[in-house]
């Protein structure tokens, strides 16, 4: 009976060896030793816990959470998209600031709808220290965003001065490739690296103020209708609602082409597509370039988002 509990008392003292070793490799979290000494398990190290999912034996991750390992930011040649046109791209990793983008994601393109988010932003930030917008224009705010009503855009284009509404927006947001154009509010400039740059002004506060950023971004979470499209239409339907966007698009009669500009604003990152295309391949084919771009960028490594006014 004696050799039978030296016996065990070694074989213990080699398991939890054993289960050191792993903790220590950080293969196993603390609360696992914990559970593994108490009970003395047969299996320490549960798969699930050892490595991250493998997308060869079919696994996927969670509902909601980040891929493990972090995959970091994407190559440049991460994007394969088939176009018959002009397609650009860019991603902003928000921890670190770095953009990465397709090999022209600093050439020019233009905004349509999308920079009605900014105009919305120049105006709400302006507003004086205890002073708060009628019902009547936060109502035209939120139609602008949501719906893209362009009539709401024209009078706030008017109210903001026009163009120096947008020569504010390259000022504020840093931009390097945007510029106006003539009095038009669509046709404003614009690359893909800029865009993100935008993207990461709207959601740092640095376009519409500490007190109505919050505001502004559950409105682009409320996009709905025709602009409801694009880069979050690639995620999960529980995680799409938490992403704010603003696209834009028109068949521009000039050039016969669809001009679209998809952005897309997550908890770390900022998303980007520009497209051109000719006018006989339809609208759906543009609102299926940004989905598969932001496909192809976000898989593995979308999280789901905090509560819009959590702390």
């Known amino acids: 009976m004696a050799r039978h509990r ?22 196993i979290g603390a609360e696992v030793v914990h559970e593994v000494i108490r009970h ?12 991250g999912p493998d997308p060869a034996a079919g696994d996927e991750p ?32 928000r921890r670190s600031g770095r953009i990465t983008g397709s090999a022209n994601h600093t050439a020019p393109s233009d905004t349509m709808s999308m920079v009605k988010a900014w105009l919305a ?7 004086p220290p205890g002073e708060t917008p009628t019902e009547a224009r936060l109502d035209a705010l939120t139609r602008m965003i949501r719906d893209s009503d362009n009539a709401a855009a024209q009078d706030l284009f008017a109210v903001l001065g026009r163009r120096r509404s947008i020569e504010r927006l390259v000022e504020t947001c840093g931009l390097t490739d945007s510029a106006p ?6 046709n404003t400039v614009v690359s893909a690296r800029d865009t ?28 709905r209708g025709v602009g409801d499209f694009g880069i979050r239409a690639a995620l999960p339907a529980d995680l799409a609602p938490q992403v704010a966007i ?29 497209a051109r295309y000719p006018g006989r391949l339809g609208f759906e084919y543009g609102t299926g370039l940004c989905r598969d771009v932001g496909g192809q960028l976000l898989v593995g490594r979308v999280r789901a988002a905090p509560p819009p006014n959590a702390p």
């Not at 003395?40 to 490595?51: K, N, Q, T």
């Not at 932003?121 to 507003?127: G, V």
Request: net charge positive; hydrophobic share 50%; with cysteine.
């Open 40 to 51: 003395g398990a047969a299996d320490p190290a549960p798969a699930a816990l050892v490595r």
């Open 196 to 223: 993100v740059r935008i993207g990461l002004c709207l959601a740092d506060g640095r376009a519409a103020g500490d007190r109505w950023t919050p505001w502004l971004l559950d409105e682009m979470r409320r996009v």
């Open 246 to 274: 603003k696209n834009g698009w028109l068949l521009r009669d000039e050039d016969g082409l669809w001009h679209i500009a998809c952005l897309a604003i997550g908890p770390d990152w900022v998303v980007a597509a520009l």
């Open 62 to 93: 969670a509902a909601g959470a980040t891929a493990t390992p972090d995959p970091g930011p994407p190559s440049p040649d991460a994007v394969r998209v088939p176009v018959e046109g002009f397609l650009s791209w860019a991603f902003l990793d």
């Open 181 to 186: 154009y003539h009095d038009a509010w669509s």
């Open 6 to 27: 030296l016996r065990r008392h070694r074989r213990r003292r080699r398991y939890h060896l054993f289960v050191v070793l792993l903790l220590a490799a950080g293969l």
């Open 121 to 127: 932003a120049d105006y709400l930030r302006r507003i």
